[in-house]
């Protein structure tokens, strides 16, 4: 086993898990197509494997990988971002338990805590993460749970995640941090004091557009056991294809992250300086409310920017129908540049909550592009 540890970010993505397979000699792991192993004897298992909802080889080295990625323990390989937080929220719940959730939180995590569990008992509060005074105030004695993201989605709020473990140990509950936004090599939570960190692994962890999934890291011995029961038992597992793409994704993260905060820098600078833009969102700038505490619990600030526009919705949506090399579609964290109109698009189910979203903001998922023409794309839409 690859003595994970002591290495660095790129060389434990290239390699933790990921040893060459013993029996051939493969250098990068297979796709193990398999439901179930031949066993030697009753119970005669001849790696650890018995069914693949149980284990399977592809998925076990994405667990190890992303585990090594967050300093964690223990890592678990979900069919989707929401199967990982379904199974999270399911394991540290029971009926009459509390949540506190962001205010702003990702829809799907929303809508499953507001109109899933809430049917089996479990109640939550929104909270403005980034006023740790908000949070305290939020916190009951029946709270298991803190639900933290950071930076939020599209407004790009920033939550001081040390702190918030403070919180959530004082009152007895476990810090979760949903780490899409910032990916393992931008932030780490766990070193922060949080007890799990989830991954919609869709986003920038697999990087390429082309496969869902999700993970739970934690370091949490009984927690991660709490995981694989419901992994198992309720099934939300990755296939094995899913798996390996995740893996081939993740082998890049290092090199992907500092081209899209190279990127967006540059974006930056240039709505900066655009007069039709109005407002500029990103936890680098100087005068982002969150920047203090985002340059001390992040490496950088990765690919994600809002923006808001001269002339309102109309303006918004126009500036979104017009880029060429920006895609107008939903998601983020792909080698691509995405754009979109959270108002009408990501966020619409937000609409007259206190989710909503500003009519002319604009979100961009900044991809690895030449940062020149990506500048000059979106003039030419803001023109
Ligand atoms: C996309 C996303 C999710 C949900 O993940 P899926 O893989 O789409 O199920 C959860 N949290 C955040 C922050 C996301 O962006």
């Known amino acids: 086993m690859t003595d994970s540890g002591r290495h660095g970010f790129a060389t434990r993505a290239i390699h933790a898990g990921q040893d060459p397979d013993p029996t051939t000699g493969s250098v990068i792991v297979p796709i193990h197509a398999t439901s179930t192993y031949a066993q030697d004897g009753v119970g005669g298992l001849r790696g650890g494997f018995e069914y693949s909802r149980t284990g399977n080889p592809t998925r076990t080295a994405l667990e190890e990988c992303l585990a090594a990625l967050e300093g964690g323990r223990h890592g678990r390989a ?14 540290m719940c029971r009926p009459g338990d509390h949540v506190v959730i962001p205010n702003d939180a990702y829809g799907g995590t929303f809508r499953l805590i507001d109109k899933v569990l809430s049917q089996w008992g479990v109640q939550h509060t929104p909270v403005a993460l980034s006023d740790p005074d908000a949070v305290r105030a939020a916190v009951r004695p029946n709270t298991r749970v803190v639900w933290v993201e950071t930076p939020t989605n599209p407004l790009l709020n920033i939550a001081d995640i040390a702190v918030l473990a403070e919180i959530a140990r004082t009152a007895g509950a476990k810090l979760v941090v949903d780490n899409t936004f910032a990916s393992p090599y931008l932030q780490n939570p766990l070193e922060l004091g949080a007890d799990v960190v989830l991954h919609s692994t869709t986003k920038y962890v697999g990087g390429h557009s082309d496969v869902i999934g999700g993970a739970l890291v934690t370091s949490d011995t009984e927690l991660d056991a709490a995981f694989g029961f419901l992994q ?35 974006v930056t600078e240039a709505l900066l300086r655009h007069p039709r833009v109005t407002r500029v969102l990103y936890p680098g700038l100087p005068d982002h409310p969150g920047h203090e505490v985002a340059a001390k619990q992040m490496r950088r600030f990765g690919g994600m920017i809002s923006f808001t526009v001269e002339g309102g919705e109309e303006a918004a949506l126009r500036v979104c129908s017009r880029t060429r090399l920006f895609t107008l579609a939903e998601s983020l ?51």
């Open 78 to 91: 979900f069919a989707s971002g929401m199967g990982a937080t379904d199974t999270a929220l399911r394991a």
């Open 232 to 266: 198992n038992g309720a099934g939300a597992v990755p296939g094995p294809f899913d798996a390996w793409l995740t893996l081939r994704g993740i082998k890049t993260l290092e090199v992907r992250m500092e081209k899209h905060s190279d990127n967006a820098e540059k």
């Open 333 to 383: 964290g792909g080698v691509e540049s995405l754009i979109e109109h959270p108002g009408r698009m990501t966020h619409a189910s937000t609409a007259g909550s206190l989710l909503q979203v500003p009519a002319d903001l604009v979100r961009l998922s900044v991809g690895i592009e030449s940062a020149d023409d990506l500048v000059a794309d979106l003039q030419s839409a803001l023109a």
